[in-house]
């Protein structure tokens, strides 16, 4: 009987210190990746490792009481994989509705969250710095006309064209503004330099709201579109 209650105290013992080995392995982050700091994060219960609410490169590290620590950006270009739940290439990460890091096409200009993304997000690039926006009023953002739309997203629109010098001198170095010839058009200035954009088409350009809106939205007395200007 003592042979046997020293045996269940042993394995006892082993079981503890194997659950103990297993909380601190979850509860540890890959050295590699990059501490970030406290945070006040409320894990979901039962979880010890939990990605970032909104951005695919970063997640939490618990504390076994469901209050997390500390907030990690995965080493490297790595992503936090929400199957593998830890850091992974990018091209074998699903990041759901997390955002991965964002790198400008070009210096200037307005960028889709992701290709073929129908999303109200959208970026903002300027001198190659992405500053992450959304569309005013439940708008969507139309990649091909680089513009917010009041309806989802338009298949056909007609692309950005750089205007032809003195034809538009821009109210301010950076914004977005109407077209003076067209109630379908406006203008994109970034660093006093306009571009040209075109709203899809049966949509005018709300100033106001900076969207491509329904006609009857919009108080315009301009053509639908422009010839030539």
Request: glycine share 6%; hydrophobic share 30%; charged share 15%.
């Amino acid at each position: 009987m003592k042979s046997t209650l020293v045996l269940l105290l042993a394995l006892y013992g082993f079981l503890a210190l194997f659950a103990t080995a297993v909380t601190s392995s979850r509860l540890r982050a890959d050295e590699r990746d990059i501490d970030l700091g406290e945070s006040d994060y409320q894990c979901p219960e039962g979880l010890y490792v939990a990605p970032h609410e909104t951005q695919c490169e970063l997640y939490y590290i618990c504390a076994s009481g469901g209050t997390p620590t500390h907030l990690y950006q995965c080493r490297d270009d790595l992503l936090f994989d929400l199957k593998y739940y830890g850091c992974n290439f990018k091209d074998q990460t699903e990041c759901g509705d997390r955002l991965a890091p964002f790198t400008c096409p070009s210096p200037s200009g307005q960028f889709p969250i992701r290709e073929g993304t129908c999303d109200s997000r959208y970026y903002v690039c300027t001198n190659d710095v992405a500053k992450l926006q959304v569309c005013p009023n439940g708008g969507i953002f139309d990649a091909a006309s680089s513009a917010c739309v009041a309806t989802a997203c338009p298949t056909t629109t007609t692309p950005a064209v750089p205007t032809a010098p003195g034809l538009f001198e821009c109210p301010a170095p950076s914004g977005n503004f109407p077209s003076p010839y067209s109630c379908s058009q406006y203008y994109v200035c970034v660093d006093g330099t306009a571009l040209l954009f075109e709203c899809a088409a049966g949509l005018y350009y709300n100033a106001p709201l900076d969207i491509c809106d329904w006609p009857s939205n919009v108080n315009c007395n301009l053509p639908t579109s422009s010839v030539n200007i």
